[in-house]
């Protein structure tokens, strides 16, 4: 079963804008991780936030983690049509050796040239 | 670029054969993993391997089996297929001897079973 899951599915927004993701998630976690998947390509690790941190700072893109509300997101500044992919968040509740992540289904986001 | 190569990218079988996907990286990577992606699903996890010889089953295991009996190779096999083990199958693993959590994927393989 899915522990995060997005918001929206999907979204659509005009080059130049920034755009907005949410997740949330159900039980206490190690940490949050955001994916980027182009399409036919595999995964691609994006920003990592630890559960004692609150916002992380990776180029254009901005994470903040709420674990009181049990949420993050992830704001893209500044899109570009090459950011048009498939965003999922993945979260991770054991540190160390047994490590696992759990994804969501992910969001698909189209910027429009 | 993980040095990670899935093979075969794509495959079409029948009901009821046996399947197996290679998974290989090049870095020493001690933890390797094995997901499924359905639309609707996501990614959900089938099996990983923490070491040679040491695996353990994930949330959907139930059909496949893996084997790692070296460092460079994760194998995902399917005894008997279904048709409900139509994805798109992804290796991952995470850097290095240690746990971080952070995964690289491979390119996907994607199976059809008739």
């Known amino acids: 079963s899915q522990q995060g899951e997005e918001d929206p599915q999907a979204l659509s927004i005009q080059e130049g804008e920034n755009a907005t993701m949410n997740c949330s998630y159900k039980?206490?976690?190690?940490?949050l991780q955001w994916y980027r998947q182009n399409s036919g390509r595999g995964l691609v690790h994006l920003i990592l936030?630890?559960?004692?941190?609150r916002e992380k700072h990776s180029g254009r893109l901005r994470v903040t983690l709420d674990t009181s509300k049990k949420s993050s997101s992830l704001l893209i500044t500044a899109s570009r049509a090459a950011d048009t992919a498939s965003y999922f968040c993945?979260?991770?509740?054991?540190?160390?050796?047994?490590?696992?992540?759990?994804f969501g289904k992910g969001i698909t986001l189209s910027v429009r040239p | 670029d993980a040095g990670i190569t899935q093979s075969p990218r794509h495959k079409v079988t029948e009901t009821g054969t046996p399947v197996t996907l290679r998974c290989h990286q090049t870095?020493?990577?001690?933890?390797m993993y094995w997901y499924r992606q359905d639309p609707g699903h996501g990614l959900r996890l089938i099996h990983y391997?923490?070491?040679?010889?040491?695996?353990d089953k994930g949330e959907v295991s139930d059909g496949y089996s893996v084997s790692r009996s070296k460092t460079e190779d994760f194998l995902l096999t399917l005894e008997s297929a279904t048709s409900s083990q139509t994805s798109v199958y992804f290796c991952a693993i995470t850097p290095g001897l240690v746990n971080t959590g952070e995964l690289f994927f491979g390119e996907g393989s994607r199976l059809t079973v008739l």
């Open positions: 993945a979260t991770d509740a054991i540190a160390g050796a047994n490590s696992k992540l759990t």
């Open positions: 936030i630890r559960s004692n941190e």
């Open positions: 391997s923490y070491g040679v010889k040491d695996t």
């Open positions: 039980t206490s976690i190690n940490n």
């Open positions: 870095e020493n990577h001690r933890y």
